[in-house]
């Protein structure tokens, strides 16, 4: 399951890298495309935090994973 995660967290970074290229991004594209690009790279990023957050929830669910909350030091 950390691997899961692990590779998520690596797809959700890919994601907000592929904007900020877009975004910075100059050359014989117009702006308007270059927003569509960069659009598209953002909702793919919101839809993997998204799916990202129901598999964990799933994984709680089936038992996968236990919280285990903070230690408690004295």
Same mark, same amino acid.
């Given at each position: 399951m950390k691997?899961? @995660? @692990?590779? %998520?967290?690596l797809a959700i970074l890919a994601s907000l %890298?592929? %904007?900020l290229?877009? &975004?910075m991004r100059t050359g014989r594209n117009d702006?308007?495309? +270059? =927003? +569509?690009? &960069?659009a598209r790279a953002l909702a793919v990023r919101v839809g993997l935090s998204i799916l990202l957050f129901l598999c964990l929830l799933a994984a709680w669910k089936l038992g996968y994973i236990q919280?285990? =909350?903070l230690p408690v030091g004295r």
């Amino acid at each position: 399951m950390k691997y899961v @995660v @692990v590779l %998520a967290f690596l797809a959700i970074l890919a994601s907000l %890298a592929s %904007a900020l290229f877009f &975004m910075m991004r100059t050359g014989r594209n117009d702006d308007r495309e +270059r =927003g +569509r690009h &960069m659009a598209r790279a953002l909702a793919v990023r919101v839809g993997l935090s998204i799916l990202l957050f129901l598999c964990l929830l799933a994984a709680w669910k089936l038992g996968y994973i236990q919280p285990t =909350g903070l230690p408690v030091g004295r």
